[in-house]
């Protein structure tokens, strides 16, 4: 089985940068997704890491290190259209997501 | 590109009664769909994978005969919710991967919210 941790919620400033962690055990470890959920929409692919390292993507950078089973999604020059849920997902052979709980991020002005 | 359409976007019926839900891939051809609960403030769980032209593998937990689900092509699958009781009530999403996407990558439908009354 899979199972993710991220933090439930963190809160920023406009302009400010956020680092949202997320440990997984898995059985099977394929790659970790990132996805963007605002409140009602559908979750919209940030980032994916299948190898160690950085992967930037303008405003957002995602890290994945495998022996530490550990990654983190970057969000620089905080927007307040970034306040929404953010999830970290591992894929397995088959390409299915398993989901961390997800991360709220409220940008204030 | 990659767009995927789901149908209705909400929905509400009645307690016993059975309600389908539509998952198309608009621009692309989806040979593997997928489809998700969430409840508020929660995650997605996932259902089921849905294969064109096979049967789907559900997940653990998650009940085959309740929950029926055909991938007909490789533009549409459909959830059928049968015998709704209001503890079915969520957030249904599907999404689909497959022909010039990124292997890795799946596309998420905007969601169909049932209330079941």
């Known amino acids: 089985g899979q199972s993710l941790e991220q933090p439930s919620e963190v809160t920023a400033v406009e302009g400010a940068i956020v680092q949202i962690n997320c440990t997984y055990q898995?059985?099977?470890?394929?790659?970790l997704s990132w996805y963007q959920q605002h409140d009602g929409g559908a979750p919209t692919f940030l980032s994916y890491?299948?190898?160690?390292g950085l992967e930037e993507t303008g405003r957002f950078s995602s890290f994945l290190s495998r022996s530490d089973s550990y990654g983190y999604l970057l969000l620089q020059e905080l927007q307040m259209k970034d306040s929404a849920s953010y999830f970290c997902a591992v894929r397995d052979r088959d390409y299915k997501l398993s989901f961390g709980a997800g991360t709220t991020v409220t940008v204030r002005a | 590109g990659a767009v995927v359409s789901q149908h209705p976007s909400r929905v509400i019926c009645k307690s016993g009664t059975s309600v389908k839900i539509e998952c198309r891939s608009l621009?692309?051809?989806?040979?593997?769909m997928f489809w998700y609960r969430q409840f508020p403030k929660q995650s997605l769980m996932l259902m089921a994978t849905?294969?064109?032209?096979?049967?789907?593998?559900?997940e653990q937990g998650v009940e085959k005969d309740k929950f029926l689900i055909n991938h007909a092509s490789l533009t549409l699958s459909t959830l059928t919710v049968t015998s709704a009781h209001p503890e079915d009530s969520s957030f249904y999403i599907c999404?689909?991967?497959?022909?010039?996407?990124?292997?890795?990558?799946?596309?998420f439908g905007p969601g169909t919210r049932l209330t079941v009354t």
């Open positions: 898995t059985s099977g470890f394929y790659g």
């Open positions: 621009d692309f051809q989806a040979t593997t």
């Open positions: 849905s294969n064109e032209g096979s049967k789907a593998t559900y």
């Open positions: 890491n299948a190898l160690d």
């Open positions: 999404s689909a991967r497959g022909g010039a996407t990124p292997a890795y990558e799946q596309y």
